[in-house]
């Protein structure tokens, strides 16, 4: 860190502190706060911040979001390009080249680069699972497309991509094991065998499980510990469990997620929250073909009401003084996307879920994050 960065940092810290202890209105700190404080700074030694990116911004186009990752984080997700139907759409035909940028991307700026994911039951092409006569394929097949898969993608980013998701969302909401293709065509063992894969293609790159709900869910839990014990048993690699952070206002409570961690820890391994976001909406099913969402399943379409704002930033405050508690025990957090408008969660209406609003701007949240981290 230049001098000039630090002593802003300093004073932008000492700002938030000040601004909590004596419980100021927080609108002091805001403004200070969004042009000079970077999250990245803030966090404890050791602890990666970061985002999910999108080709718009790993291509350099959105040059905003660009400065604002630049600035803010020291790691970045791929959104959606390095999943297998984005790097292996047939089977002798791999499509590296966006992959390549994101990973420039990162490594230009001295970011820890991510990795997600490998083995997975969506964003797959039909291809990998298909045998003869639109039969699965049998286990020795997917077998070997698995292998093939990981070894030339984790090959190919050796030394350059930090850690992997490497199984992504394999279990059900009971904790038992889901009935993914995968698991169909080779059995329950394909998670070891993808972990196998992955170490012996960069024996230094850290390896992942990552999952949702677990921090909501205790059953689906216990279903991620027994995965990260039988590979432990096994003697196979892995660095870390992934809670994706798909939250809403409230669930998990600060009890728990406090909880979810402890659990987590009891593996021996770190803990990351990869894909955080806080989603605003209603539960709703898609619109009908061609229909604009219903009014109530899109009750922000004009904006948010204060009361929400606040209480989004409430909200994240609480995690945040949750993860801090469990400083030693977690390695990396990352956002799903940078601002609202880049959300997943908007699908045709208009969420919430971040950080910075559609103008890019900090929103209260922001404030309230710095305000915990930098108070810690
Ligand atoms: C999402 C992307 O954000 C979307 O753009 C895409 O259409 C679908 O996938 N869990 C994951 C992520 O592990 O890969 C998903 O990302 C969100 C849920």
């Known amino acids: 860190m230049s001098r000039r960065t630090f002593a802003r940092v300093v004073a932008a810290s000492a700002a ?17 706060a969004g042009q000079e404080v970077a999250l990245k700074d803030l966090v404890p030694r050791g602890w990666l911040i970061g985002a999910a990116i999108n080709q718009n911004q790993s291509d350099g186009r959105d040059t905003v979001a660009v400065d604002l990752i630049t600035r803010q984080f020291n790691t970045i997700s791929p959104e ?16 590296f080249d966006a ?6 991307f990162g490594r230009d700026r001295g970011m820890a680069v991510i990795g997600h994911n ?17 039969a699965l394929a049998d286990r020795a097949t997917m077998l070997a497309r698995m292998r093939t898969h990981i070894m030339t993608v984790v090959g190919r980013y050796q030394d350059r991509i930090r850690g992997w998701d490497v199984v992504n969302e394999a279990l059900n909401e009971d904790g038992t ?20 894969f992955a170490h012996a293609a960069d024996p230094n790159a850290e390896l992942y499980y990552n999952d949702y709900n677990l921090a909501t869910r205790s059953e689906k839990r216990a279903g991620a510990i027994r995965i990260v014990k039988d590979l432990q048993q ?34 021996g391994l770190t803990v990351m929250i990869t894909e955080l976001d806080v989603n605003l909406l209603p539960q709703a099913g898609p619109p009908a073909r061609g229909q604009p969402p219903s009014p109530e399943s899109n009750p922000y379409a004009n904006g948010l009401p204060d009361e929400m704002q606040q209480a989004l930033a409430r909200y994240y405050a609480d995690a ?28 045709g209406r208009t969420n919430y879920p971040l950080l910075w609003d559609r103008q890019r701007h900090p929103k209260p949240a922001f404030d309230r994050v710095v305000a915990v981290l930098a108070g810690q």
């Open 99 to 104: 992959a390549d940028r994101y990973v420039a």
């Open 320 to 347: 945040f003084r949750v993860l801090l508690k469990h400083r030693d025990g977690m390695s990396r957090v990352t956002f799903w996307g940078v601002s609202d408008g880049d959300s997943w969660l908007n699908r």
């Open 234 to 267: 096994r003697g196979i690699r892995i660095d870390a469990v992934g809670e994706q952070g798909h939250w809403r206002l409230n669930t998990p409570t600060s009890a728990e997620l406090d909880q979810a961690i402890t659990d987590l820890r009891t593996t």
């Open 177 to 196: 094991l889901r009935d993914s293709p995968w698991r169909r065509g080779i059995g329950d063992d394909y998670i070891a065998r993808a972990f196998e």
């Open 118 to 134: 490998l083995v997975w039951h969506s964003q797959t092409p039909r291809w990998v699972w298909d045998g003869p006569d639109g």
């Open 16 to 32: 938030a502190t000040v601004a909590a202890r004596v419980r100021l209105s927080v609108d002091v700190v805001p403004r200070l």
């Open 80 to 95: 959606n390009l390095l999943k297998f139907q984005s790097l292996h759409p047939e089977p002798d035909r791999f499509t």
